[in-house]
């Protein structure tokens, strides 16, 4: 088919603008010289090993798009399966794009309690990395020059600025592969697509200001004010900056689709629609087991002496593997069965749980949070089936449910010495003050995020629709939406 005039036009113009912005349009951030690195303490050796760990931390994170696209492929059917890695695919260049021009300065960028006015579109602004804390906007002796380091709420890491932006980059990707799952079989690929764009650049950088940018939630307690009442909430690694946002963005998304055609029985009993392949499934879980062993103990971004990233990569698999068991069990005693899919999404649902709390809890905490975790996911899956939102994948048991609830057990769980060793972000509140904070924190994130998305994606409903045609669900989004095929020679008995 060719293209018509106005199609080149489009393609054109987009190109266009992506060749302009990458020849100039914004211009990266001169780097100070290394021998400034004398002024903050740190050695050149220093800052050599910490980049490179959270580089190798980056890259385990990014692996984890082939665990997702291998999970949600698999619990799906074979006739979506091309359009199911198609969107995981492309979810991580649009996040990528969506990031640099916006979401960075969003999120990171010198402003108010509420949003990043600096340096914001991308990454653009003055940045004086690897210098630390004060250092950052410090006087530089050999040219009398002063750095203005408009990143401030990231100073804390000795890493060069754009390892900064590779590693938060990728944690910003996998919020909207989260909502991926819980529209699949249904969702038109070009609305899919669009909402990604809003979701990493919009709506996650600015939840994510609040938290990780110094923003309201996570900012220290004023004498008055806004932070008198929002203060010290804390989220090591993203239960709630990835997976709860990513997990109120799908459900919304699940809502507004409405269940699958074959989903439900005009007598409202539940039909079980299986996926096509659980080896493919296994295989995208424990892609995502390593991953996590990037996203957890990366986010320190920096190697220190290893002791902190040691304690969290233990906390991360002792939650992810009594999750593992208690999901196990649970299925078992409530299906009669040890069913896979709840054995795999308890793993997960560990994984998600613990992100938050890794750095502020014991070992034996870690284990608690899994093990509640792994229960928490199989009831979660019953119930949202009971009430009819239809999630193939269970992306909402695992990322929202547990999400939260690893958010909140930060404070149920907190211990001030862990917080002070390994996260360097000791609050000082006992457990039952840390928890209001956490449930402050995880109520505002909700209401945001549920609000925003809600119009983002009824905008997308009105201007180009968001599900497919009954005739293009039922015969498959592969041929309807692509015009291909995962499995061309079997599709015939693969699709029943």
């Not at 986010?299 to 990569?313: F, W």
């Amino acid at each position: 088919m060719s293209l018509t005039w106005k199609n080149r036009n489009t393609i054109l113009f987009v190109l266009t603008g992506i060749g302009l912005a990458a020849t100039g349009w914004a211009q990266e951030a001169a780097a100070p010289a290394m021998t400034e690195s004398v002024l903050t303490g740190m050695s050149d050796m220093r800052i050599a090993v910490d980049t490179v760990w959270v580089i190798v931390a980056g890259m385990l994170v990014f692996w984890m798009n082939a665990g997702f696209a291998l999970v949600e492929s698999g619990l799906c059917r074979a006739k979506n399966c091309v359009n199911i890695l198609a969107k995981n695919f492309i979810v991580f260049a649009l996040a990528t794009l969506s990031f640099w021009a916006l979401g960075w300065g969003l999120m990171f960028g010198d402003g108010s309690l509420w949003i990043g006015m600096k340096g914001l579109f991308f990454a653009s602004g003055a940045d004086n990395s690897p210098a630390l804390g004060s250092a950052y906007a410090a006087m530089n002796p050999f040219s009398h020059a002063t750095y203005e380091g408009v990143y401030s709420a990231i100073n804390w890491t000795p890493v060069p600025l754009w390892a900064k932006f590779f590693f938060q980059l990728v944690f910003a990707g996998t919020a909207a592969t989260i909502v991926s799952g819980a529209v699949a079989e249904r969702v038109k690929f070009k609305s899919f697509i669009l909402f990604s764009v809003l979701l990493v650049g919009l709506m996650y950088p600015v939840s994510g200001h609040w938290i990780w940018g110094g923003g309201v939630l996570a900012a220290p307690r004023a004498a008055g004010g806004v932070n008198a009442f929002f203060h010290s909430f804390r989220d090591f690694a993203g239960s709630t900056v990835v997976h709860s946002v990513g997990g109120w963005a799908a459900l919304t998304g699940a809502i507004i689709l409405g269940a699958r055609t074959e989903k439900f029985r005009p007598n409202g009993a539940i039909k079980p629609v299986m996926g096509h392949n659980m080896t493919s499934v296994a295989l995208g879980v424990l892609i995502l087991w390593l991953g996590w062993f990037g996203f957890n103990p990366g986010s320190t971004m920096s190697a220190g002496d290893g002791s902190a990233i040691s304690h969290v990569l233990v906390a991360t698999n002792l939650g992810a593997v009594t999750a593992t068991l208690s999901a196990t069990v649970t299925a078992w005693l409530l299906l009669k069965k040890p069913d896979l899919s709840m054995i795999l999404n308890g793993c997960l649902a560990g994984l998600v749980a613990v992100t938050a709390p890794c750095g502020f809890v014991s070992f034996a905490s870690a284990a608690a949070i899994g093990l509640i975790a792994g229960v928490l996911v199989v009831f979660s899956v019953l119930f949202f089936d009971k009430m009819r939102i239809d999630d193939p994948v269970g992306a909402l048991s695992v990322h929202l449910v547990n999400g939260v609830w690893g958010t909140l057990a930060l404070g149920l769980f907190y211990n001030n010495t862990v917080a002070t060793n390994v996260a360097g972000l000791a609050t000082g509140l006992t457990r039952g003050a840390q928890f209001a904070q956490q449930l402050k924190g995880v109520l505002l994130v909700a209401l945001f995020t549920v609000a925003l998305s809600t119009l983002f994606w009824l905008a997308l409903k009105t201007v180009m629709g968001l599900r497919v045609t009954r005739e293009e669900e039922l015969g498959g989004l592969d041929l309807g939406e692509h015009g291909n095929e995962a499995y061309p020679d079997f599709q015939g008995f693969l699709t029943k």
